[in-house]
């Protein structure tokens, strides 16, 4: 059976998944325009600033609007924040201080923040600079909670810090109970004690948020989830207002925090992309589920599988074969808009241990909402697969890259 009949024989059996999708896009849609409707988002709100970016009414509606969707009481949203990592560290530097210990509940982070924590040397590191990390690992993809409980009893903990997504790891991604859970357990301890969540690529794939159900601060990337593929850069930090300052002074400088930083022209590019976010991450979900089910017919193991409860637009495909990751890769990235004609080959990466190969023919350096596909080259060969703007692309590019698999 060729790979198109395939795909298609298959996605008739998903419908009920489907329907499951649409109704939180549905929900997450209105949360968004109950947004733009209640900070009444004008035309000229549209319109960015230069120079030290004094007075921007967009900017400030932007973060309003960001802290109304995601649940906090104050956000951080900018340009000038360049990737998850960048945000991620930002927040880090902005809220510990020397001899401050931080305690990584999901175990250990990616690969970029080795160097931001102090895992890997670096003279600019959190390590350089006095500040502790502490690790405890997940078991059987949920956290420890009597090792936890008796750490934070027996140390003094300054930042809790939770990875919701999987990274490159067969671990699952973290749920919202599991976060409900954890947070309540932290906060009996200590209340003092900040919880903090790197929320990328779990952005409106479930109704609530780390902030609802107590978390003290989570951060993100636009050129994931809440970007909704317009939005050419940039990141985001929500949660309590305190931390916040403290992070736009780290960002920014201190004295001015959030009231400098120009948005250039990246506030309509902001707000368009917040507005279509539902709707692609929907789709990106879409495409994830078809993948799962496809992959998993052909006798892959995948994570997580088709009807699994979703916390992330990942999905994960083991192939227990170098050539099978690579040439499903190349197939993805066949399907892509920008560089379909090159073949990605397994290359050393800045802030990766190991060689990856990684598909992503986007609009957008780095885009992960857009249809991509990359992995570390070693056992197991897992590719991790993000995103679609459109289910009908991704489709298409799961039966491109099923076919140059059916072909080696």
Same mark, same amino acid.
């Given at each position: 059976?060729?790979?198109?009949?395939?795909?298609?024989k298959? &996605?008739?059996?998903?419908?009920?998944?489907?329907?499951?999708?649409?109704?939180?896009?549905?929900?997450?849609?209105?949360?968004?325009?109950? !947004?733009?409707?209640?900070?009444?988002?004008?035309?000229s709100?549209?319109?960015?600033?230069?120079?030290?970016?004094?007075?921007? !009414?967009?900017?400030?509606?932007?973060?309003?609007?960001?802290?109304?969707?995601?649940?906090?009481?104050?956000?951080?949203?900018?340009?000038?924040?360049?990737?998850?990592?960048? @945000?991620?560290?930002?927040?880090?530097?902005?809220?510990?201080?020397?001899?401050?210990?931080?305690?990584?509940?999901?175990?250990?982070?990616?690969?970029?923040?080795?160097?931001?924590?102090?895992? /890997?040397?670096?003279s600019?590191s959190?390590?350089?600079?006095?500040?502790?990390?502490?690790?405890?690992?997940?078991?059987?993809?949920?956290? !420890?909670?009597?090792?936890?409980?008796?750490?934070?009893?027996?140390? /003094?903990? /300054? %930042?809790?810090?939770?990875?919701?997504? #999987? *990274?490159?790891?067969?671990?699952?991604?973290?749920?919202?109970?599991?976060?409900?859970?954890?947070?309540?357990?932290?906060?009996?301890?200590?209340?003092?004690?900040?919880?903090?969540?790197?929320n990328?690529?779990?952005?409106?794939? &479930?109704?609530?948020?780390?902030?609802?159900?107590? @978390?003290?601060?989570?951060?993100?990337?636009?050129?994931?989830?809440? *970007?909704?593929?317009?939005?050419?850069?940039?990141?985001?930090?929500? *949660?309590?207002?305190?931390?916040?300052?403290?992070?736009?002074? #780290?960002?920014?400088? @201190?004295?001015?925090?959030?009231?400098?930083?120009?948005?250039?022209?990246?506030?309509?590019?902001?707000?368009?992309?917040?507005?279509?976010?539902?709707?692609?991450?929907?789709?990106?979900?879409?495409?994830?589920?078809?993948?799962?089910?496809?992959?998993?017919?052909?006798?892959?193991?995948?994570?997580?599988?088709y009807n699994?409860?979703?916390?992330?637009?990942?999905?994960?495909?083991?192939?227990?074969?170098?050539?099978?990751?690579?040439?499903?890769?190349?197939?993805?990235?066949?399907?892509?808009?920008?560089?379909?004609? %090159?073949?990605?080959?397994?290359?050393?990466?800045?802030?990766?241990?190991? @060689?990856?190969?990684?598909?992503?023919?986007?609009?957008?350096?780095?885009?992960?909402?857009?249809?991509?596909?990359?992995?570390?080259?070693?056992?197991?060969?897992?590719?991790?697969?993000?995103?679609?703007?459109?289910?009908q692309? *991704? /489709?298409? !590019?799961?039966?491109?890259?099923?076919?140059?698999?059916?072909?080696?």
């Amino acid at each position: 059976m060729e790979a198109f009949d395939l795909v298609t024989k298959y &996605e008739l059996e998903l419908k009920g998944e489907f329907d499951k999708v649409d109704r939180l896009c549905e929900y997450n849609s209105l949360k968004v325009l109950n !947004a733009f409707n209640k900070y009444k988002v004008s035309e000229s709100d549209l319109n960015g600033t230069t120079g030290y970016g004094y007075d921007d !009414a967009g900017r400030d509606k932007i973060e309003s609007i960001f802290s109304y969707v995601l649940g906090g009481e104050d956000s951080l949203v900018r340009s000038q924040i360049i990737s998850g990592t960048h @945000a991620i560290s930002t927040a880090l530097f902005g809220i510990l201080r020397p001899d401050d210990t931080i305690l990584s509940i999901s175990g250990k982070p990616y690969d970029t923040l080795e160097e931001v924590i102090g895992i /890997k040397d670096n003279s600019s590191s959190l390590k350089s600079f006095g500040i502790n990390y502490k690790q405890i690992d997940l078991v059987d993809s949920d956290f !420890a909670y009597d090792k936890i409980e008796k750490f934070l009893n027996k140390n /003094k903990v /300054k %930042v809790v810090y939770i990875q919701r997504s #999987r *990274g490159y790891s067969l671990r699952k991604s973290v749920d919202i109970k599991k976060i409900e859970k954890i947070v309540k357990l932290v906060k009996s301890i200590n209340k003092d004690i900040i919880i903090m969540v790197d929320n990328c690529y779990c952005e409106f794939v &479930e109704k609530i948020t780390p902030l609802e159900v107590g @978390a003290d601060i989570i951060i993100g990337s636009l050129i994931k989830n809440l *970007g909704g593929g317009i939005a050419p850069n940039g990141g985001y930090i929500c *949660g309590k207002k305190k931390l916040i300052h403290l992070c736009s002074e #780290r960002l920014n400088v @201190a004295g001015e925090a959030k009231l400098v930083g120009p948005s250039l022209n990246m506030n309509k590019l902001f707000l368009q992309g917040l507005y279509m976010a539902p709707s692609v991450v929907s789709s990106a979900v879409k495409t994830a589920i078809l993948t799962s089910k496809v992959m998993e017919e052909l006798g892959f193991e995948v994570s997580p599988k088709y009807n699994d409860t979703r916390v992330d637009i990942v999905e994960s495909i083991i192939f227990n074969n170098k050539e099978k990751l690579i040439k499903y890769c190349q197939g993805i990235q066949s399907a892509s808009a920008i560089d379909s004609h %090159v073949a990605p080959v397994p290359y050393e990466m800045p802030g990766y241990s190991d @060689a990856i190969i990684m598909a992503s023919g986007s609009f957008i350096q780095g885009s992960s909402i857009e249809i991509s596909c990359d992995g570390p080259v070693k056992e197991p060969y897992i590719a991790y697969q993000q995103g679609g703007l459109t289910y009908q692309y *991704g /489709k298409i !590019a799961l039966i491109k890259a099923i076919n140059n698999i059916l072909k080696s």
